[in-house]
T-cell receptor, first 114, second 113 residues
Framework: DAMVIQNPRYQVTQFGKPVTLSCSQT?????MYWYQQKSSQAPKLLFH???????NEADTPDNFQSRRPNTSFCFLDIRSPGLGDAAMYLC?????????????FGPGTRLTVL | DQQVKQNSPSLSVQEGRISILNCDYT??????FLWYKKYPAEGPTFLIS?????DKNEDGRFTVFLNKSAKHLSLHIVPSQPGDSAVYFC????????????FGTGTRLLVSP
């Protein structure tokens, strides 16, 4: 089945220790997104790649970076995680064709910062 | 500014009855609306969508209604099943090409047997 895969599902890191979360997709979608979601809140878009073009949201901290080495993979790097970065990180993909933009989400990575 | 609002944080319904989840938006430029369902410890799953050229879209037990004049949409689940218990997010976007999805804060639905 075509899908969006995130690894790991759970990640524990120490305060200030860099961490990388990964996302892969078999949908061949041209857009990949990273969201941060905290409890009882709406998912918050951090950035997205439209093909190779990186688009950062204005309020995304510099601590968060992303890489998309090819169509299938996208990484989220948190350079110096703080306690406030503990959250669920969601990867999503979509295929921009015409008007609609249905995003398909992976299962998420739950990040704990000690 | 919360452009997409889900004012009911939770809803409890008995199995077999209708569940109605509501969503209001403020941006008149929104023209595409989606509902996502999220189980604990999983990512949101796309459920159903509606374009602003329609006022109703149906998929099995799920129907979304759009009232553009009131800037309101609702998701009806009939009949509700215990497996429908989850958090439901409403989302909206505007324009063509790449559009940023704006999400509501979600409504937790509990369907009891």
């Amino acid at each position: 089945d075509a899908m969006v895969i995130q690894n790991p599902r759970y990640q524990v890191t120490q305060f200030g220790k860099p961490v990388t979360l990964s996302c892969s997709q078999t949908l061949n979608h041209n857009v990949m997104y990273w969201y941060q979601q905290k409890s009882s809140q709406a998912p918050k878009l951090l950035f997205h790649y439209y093909d190779k073009d990186f688009n950062n949201e204005a309020d995304t901290p510099d601590n968060f970076q992303s890489r998309r080495p090819n169509t299938s993979f996208c990484f989220l790097d948190i350079r110096s995680p703080g306690l406030g970065d503990a959250a669920m990180y969601l990867c999503a993909t979509s295929l921009i064709s015409g008007h609609t933009d249905t995003q398909y989400f992976g299962p998420g990575t739950r990040l704990t910062v000690l | 500014d919360q452009q997409v609002k889900q004012n009911s944080p939770s809803l409890s319904v008995q199995e077999g009855r209708i569940s109605i989840l509501n969503c209001d938006y403020t941006n008149s430029m929104f023209d595409y609306f989606l509902w996502y369902k999220k189980y604990p410890a999983e990512g949101p799953t796309f459920l159903i969508s509606i374009s602003s050229i329609k006022d109703k879209n149906e998929d099995g037990r799920f129907t979304v209604f759009l009232n553009k004049s009131a800037k309101h949409l609702s998701l009806h689940i009939v009949p509700s099943q215990p497996g429908d218990s989850a958090v439901y997010f409403c989302a909206a976007s505007a324009g063509t090409g790449f559009q940023k999805l704006v999400f509501g804060t979600g409504t937790r639905l509990l369907v009891s047997p």
